[in-house]
């Protein structure tokens, strides 16, 4: 029997992967044996790479879409005076 107990960050108690490589290895396994959907993202606390359930990069993206959007938005309230 191989059954290793992985560590575990002290930071976020996730576990460990001492390469980007592994890391995407647990996500693709839990992507096809649970249908989760998982990222690989670098821990600045342990240096190690964790995974997590959101997409790191949606974040920004949605912040640049949001800034982007509507650039020519003026201020709420604004009526311009009809006369
Ligand atoms: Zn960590």
Redesign the pocket.
Known sequence: MHYFTPRR?E??N?I?YHDKVQALRAAEDSRIERGTELWVYR?E??G?W?LTHRDPQLHLQTQSFRGGRKPTSRKKGYKPRQR
């Open positions: 960050c930071s976020s996730k460990m821990c606390f342990c190690c964790h």
